[in-house]
């Protein structure tokens, strides 16, 4: 099977419009053979959307795309073959048992893994002959991911594959994503959680209202890495803070300091207290969580509403804090 | 242009690749028939419901003749019809049903997604439709053969013409019913609703008078006409023929309709309300 070398998936302009509602706005990225991607974003983002197009389920308006060399618009059989897919909401037979369900799909693929493994994979070994509307909520969600892998999927999505889950039922997800792409799968997955996304993904694009704000790293996202520290302390009520050594705003009761040099500023106050003899009471060093960057990336405006520009986010600093940012003179 | 296009239309289903499909419609159809013999509810309403209907009935007047039909016995009426009646309920009514709850609950999107071509999972529908009308045939048959005395047909060819007939585009008429329906609640209403008034103005229940009004009307639907088909070949002793041509015609015009309609409304994915 001819296909460009190490890209699994590549996307380029995407847009999809429901009618009045452009649900992807020109949303463009590369996924690499073997990578997990995330795509993460809030409720109504679109995330969905282009995934399904990416399956070839949904037709799209506009743009260019590439899903393991084919164009899924067609949906090629060769395609489907290669790719599994969980969707965001299971749907299973109920008349048929959880075997009877694996070896149904299993036949529909040229080199499916063997059933019993599948059921052994997901946890459903011992459920095998039990029918599907006897399963809990739970077991058939996870039913619904072995038929995502029967097939021997090259390229797997997975839509929220853990929305809904208890903390033990998300761990286990996890570690079978990760067990599959130890096993070279590539891996495509929507999420709306900041955690799943940093455990589990590669690179993560972030996607709000149709388009994407960031992409990187988990780590770097957004700028994390290299954006601002803030440094956060009190001083003992009788003294001033105009003879600190930088210039600090107060944030309730606590100073503060905004750098992206925090070694030099930590160097300079501690050296200023000591020098001092004044203490800098409860003093911490913060860095942006992924968390915070992914509030500030998705926030504001209506599904559908224009987007801040992502421009403002390029170099890192989330807008509206360059401001208070300070960094100390060479 | 992209390598990986041009092997993605160059590869027609022939040779080995055709009988892989056909061994995959086979396999496809025992899951279809395995999920309609445990769904009790859809099973008992379309085969349970006929037998039943032919036992009261012909019970209670089954050596009584009727003018309208000849001077039959009455059984020797509602056998054939009750035979109709299952293929119809078969193929409109349960397959109507059940096609909106599968999409409703999400089985035809993943259906759509994984690699089974459309056609082999429709050939496995319509096949398995025509297993459940041949057992209930049968049923029917042997049940107003042995405890009746109903005469069986000598043109054993035209009540399969009918009954393939039927299924077929009283399949397609389910098809195209489901496409209508909006929402899981609504099927069994809408299409039960639709069909048992169908029937009851189509005379299986009693047998119309040519020339009534009730004749007229059910004349421009496909249910009367597929009884007729359906009774043609057991009324072949009377000189009558055995094939129903005409009324066979009918059904295959709303089948046509049927299938352009499904073909342009069907949808993979659940309604969004
Ligand atoms: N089939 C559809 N028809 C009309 N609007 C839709 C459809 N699917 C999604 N939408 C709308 O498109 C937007 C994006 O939805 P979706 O792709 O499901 O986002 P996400 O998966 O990120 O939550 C939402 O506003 C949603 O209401
Ligand atoms: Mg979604």
């Not at chain 1, 909401?89 to 369900?101: D, G």
């Not at chain 1, 063997?114 to 399963?135: R, Y």
């Not at chain 2, 013999?37 to 037998?51: D, I, K, P, Q």
């Not at chain 2, 999107?109 to 690699?115: A, E, H, N």
Request: with cysteine; glycine share 10%.
């Amino acid at each position: 099977m001819a296909e460009p070398g190490a890209t699994a998936v590549s996307v380029q302009g995407l847009r999809k419009r429901y009618g009045d509602l452009e649900a992807v706005r020109g949303v463009s990225f590369q996924v690499a053979r073997g990578e997990v991607f995330g795509l993460l974003g809030p409720n109504g983002a679109g995330k969905t959307t282009a995934v399904e197009i990416l399956e070839g389920f949904r037709g799209r308006d506009a743009g260019e795309v590439r899903v393991l060399g084919y164009d899924p618009a067609s949906r090629p059989r060769a395609l489907r073959e290669r790719i599994g897919i969980v969707l965001q909401e299971c749907a299973v037979e109920p008349y048929l048992t959880v075997r009877e369900v694996l070896r149904r799909n299993a036949s529909y693929y040229p080199a499916p893994r063997p059933v019993a493994e599948v059921a052994e994979l997901v946890g459903l070994a011992a459920m095998a002959d039990v029918k599907v509307a006897k399963l809990s909520g739970g077991q058939q969600r996870r039913l619904d991911v072995g038929l995502g892998i029967i097939g021997r999927p090259e390229l797997i999505f997975l839509d929220e594959p853990t929305t809904g889950f208890d903390p033990t039922a998300r761990r286990g997800a996890w570690d079978l994503v990760r067990s599959l792409s130890d096993g070279g799968a590539t891996i495509i997955l929507t999420t709306h959680y900041m955690d799943e996304a940093e455990a589990l993904a590669d690179r993560v694009a972030v996607i709000a209202r149709g388009q994407i704000v960031a992409e990187g790293p988990p780590s770097s996202l957004g700028g994390r890495d290299v954006s601002e520290a803030k440094l956060r302390f009190r001083l003992p009520e009788d003294c001033s803070s105009t003879s600190l050594p930088v210039p600090v705003h107060e944030v309730g009761d606590l100073l503060e300091v905004a750098t992206t040099d925090e070694v030099e500023v930590l160097h300079l106050l501690t050296g200023w207290s000591l020098a001092e003899g004044v203490p800098l009471l409860g003093l911490s060093v913060e860095r942006l969580t992924l968390e915070d960057v992914y509030l500030r990336l998705t926030a504001g405006g209506d599904a559908g509403g224009t987007v801040g520009a992502p421009g403002a986010l390029a170099d890192g600093v989330p807008a509206g804090r360059s401001a208070e940012r300070w960094t100390p003179a060479p | 242009m992209d390598p990986g296009t041009v092997s993605a239309i160059a590869a027609p289903a022939s040779g080995p690749g055709l009988v892989r499909d056909l061994r995959l419609v086979a396999r496809q159809l025992r899951y279809e028939q395995l999920a309609f013999w445990r769904n009790r509810t859809g099973a008992l309403f379309t085969v349970g419901f006929s037998v039943i209907f032919l036992l009261l009935l012909s019970a209670s007047g089954a050596n009584q003749r009727s003018n309208v039909i000849g001077n039959l016995k009455i059984v020797q009426y509602y056998t054939p019809g009750f035979a109709a009646y299952g293929v119809m309920s078969a193929c409109y009514n349960n397959l109507g049903i059940v096609l909106v709850v599968r999409r409703e609950t999400g089985l035809l999107k993943r259906l759509r997604l994984s690699p089974i071509p459309t056609w082999v999972l429709f050939g496995a529908i319509l096949a398995s439709n025509a297993v459940i009308a041949l057992v209930q045939v049968a049923l029917l048959l042997l049940i107003g053969r042995f405890a009746f005395g109903v005469v069986l047909p000598d043109q054993w060819a035209a009540l399969l013409l009918a009954l393939l007939v039927g299924v077929v585009c009283f399949s397609a008429l389910g098809v195209a019913i489901s496409t209508v329906v909006p929402s899981q609640d609504s099927a069994g209403p809408i299409i039960s609703l639709s069909f048992f008034v169908l029937l009851f103005l189509s005379g299986l229940w009693f047998p119309l008078k040519a020339g009534s009004s009730l004749a007229k009307i059910s004349n421009y639907f496909p249910v009367h006409h597929l009884i007729v088909a359906f009774f043609a070949p057991f009324e072949s002793k009377l000189g009558a023929s055995p094939w129903a041509w005409g009324d066979l015609g009918t059904v295959a015009i709303w089948g046509a309709i049927a299938t352009i309609i499904a073909v342009r409304r069907f949808a993979w994915e659940p309604r969004r309300h």
